[in-house]
C-alpha cells in the first residue's frame, strides 16, 4: 500500500514538474476544476508549486487546502496570485483550520 506522503509526492511531481501532459511552460493540455488538499499536513513550502501553476495559468473552480499547517503569508501570496486570474476566477476556496491569524 502507498503511504500517503509518496502519494502526495507523487501527485506533486506530476502536477507540478512541467510534466508535457499537464504543465509545459505555461502551456495547459488539460484543466484541473478542482483540487482538495485537506488534512495532509501541508506547509506553506509545500504549496508553492500550487501558487507557480495558478500563476503561469492553471484554471481552479475549488480549492480545499483545510486542516494544514498553512500561515497568512502563504494565504497573501494565494490572493496575490489569485488576482492575476481573470479569465477562470476561483469559486470555492477552503483555508479553515489552518495557522492563519
Not at 38 to 58: F, H, K, M, V, Y
Amino acid at each position: 500500500m502507498i503511504s500517503v506522503e509518496r502519494f502526495y509526492n507523487n501527485a506533486c511531481s506530476y502536477l507540478f514538474s512541467g510534466s508535457p501532459t499537464f504543465i509545459s511552460a505555461g502551456n495547459y493540455s488539460m484543466s484541473l476544476e478542482a483540487l482538495s488538499l485537506g488534512g495532509c499536513q501541508l506547509t506553506d513550502d509545500d504549496l508553492q508549486p500550487l501558487c507557480s501553476a495558478i500563476r503561469e495559468g492553471l484554471s481552479l473552480y475549488m480549492l480545499k487546502v483545510s486542516a494544514n499547517r498553512l500561515t497568512d503569508v502563504f494565504v497573501k501570496q494565494l490572493v496575490d496570485v489569485l488576482k492575476l486570474q481573470t479569465g477562470h476566477p476561483l469559486a470555492l476556496i477552503d483555508i479553515s483550520n489552518n495557522k492563519v491569524v
